[in-house]
């Protein structure tokens, strides 16, 4: 197996710096077909292709077992396509995988208990041959980018679920990737924490810049994290739609954006898609919109 490049001492990266004119990701015709032992196979995704640019942030909803935790896993190179090819930064998504191209974040948070919040941080950096100093450095930015300054040396179990999130995500950050890959990581929260992790999340995505592939069952969850929302299709997975979500930047983005009519019609869109009808052309009703989901 190749072993990933080893940093120097105290090299720490910068920042994202995307290639110009690049994608930050690039799906071309992709299907995943596992096979069975017995009878034909499963098909996962079906002539998917997608394109998500430098600092966009793009979710991907559908229903269960519509292959979008597939697509993620593709682009992170934890899987391979039965055909099609997919590209990170203009690099194989194995190379960008050895490049440490991307972070990933899953619904567990996935911390080391022995490990503190620091420690946790400084995991990626340290396996890759990061010096101390410069670990500790890195890690104690990202500690006051996600809000946990006074928690850098506490345990994960002293720790609630919403911060063992942050923490996860720090750590996903950790080598300034220029894109982050997100498995449904506020899923297991509560809707009040979900609700600050998706502002926090907003937030730190508008200081780093980096491009997001995220992954979600929520409709509001989407529409007010993303700059364009995927629609898939039941199995066998491909895209059903794509809807551009015009709410501004992330940065312009706060709570108050949840009682937006805009936030409304994107909604309203979404779901409608979801259900396989044709979207109304009017503001949707704002009753009951926090919890939709495609559960």
């Known amino acids: 197996m190749t072993q990933p490049t080893r940093r120097t001492a105290d090299a720490v990266?910068?920042?994202?710096v995307p290639a110009v004119d690049v994608p930050a990701v690039n799906v071309r015709s992709v299907s995943r077909i596992f096979t069975a032992r017995k009878g034909p196979g499963i098909t996962a995704l079906d002539d998917v292709s997608l394109t998500v640019a430098p600092g966009e942030f793009v979710s991907l909803i559908g229903p269960s077992g519509c292959g979008k935790s597939t697509l993620l896993r593709l682009v992170a190179d934890l899987d391979v396509p039965t055909s099609g090819s997919i590209e990170v930064f203009g690099k194989p998504a194995r190379q960008a995988r050895i490049d440490?191209?991307?972070?990933?974040?899953?619904q567990q948070a996935g911390l080391l208990p022995w490990r503190t919040v620091a420690g946790n941080i400084e995991l990626p950096l340290e396996l890759h041959g990061v010096g101390k100093v410069a670990r500790r450095a890195r890690a104690a930015e990202l500690i006051e980018l996600v809000g946990l300054s006074d928690f850098a040396t506490h345990y994960p179990d002293q720790l609630s679920g919403g911060m063992q999130q942050r923490v996860a995500i720090a750590r996903s950050l950790a080598e300034s990737p220029s894109l982050l890959l997100m498995?449904?990581?506020?899923?297991a929260l509560d809707e009040m924490t979900r609700e600050r992790m998706q502002n926090e999340l907003v937030r730190i995505c508008a200081e780093t810049q980096a491009a997001v592939v995220f992954v979600t069952h929520s409709i509001p969850e989407a529409v007010f994290l993303s700059n364009r929302v995927v629609v898939m299709s039941p199995r066998p997975g491909c895209i059903r739609s794509i809807v551009s979500v015009g709410l501004g930047d992330m940065a312009g983005r706060g709570e108050d954006l949840r009682e937006d009519a805009g936030f409304f019609r994107s909604l309203s869109?979404?779901?409608e898609l979801l259900h396989g009808?044709?979207?109304?052309?009017g503001p949707a009703a704002p009753t009951g919109a926090r919890g939709v989901e495609t559960r």
């Open 13 to 16: 990266p910068d920042g994202p």
């Open 100 to 106: 440490q191209s991307y972070g990933i974040a899953f």
């Open 183 to 187: 498995d449904e990581p506020f899923g």
């Open 269 to 271: 869109e979404v779901r």
């Open 277 to 281: 009808d044709t979207p109304s052309t």
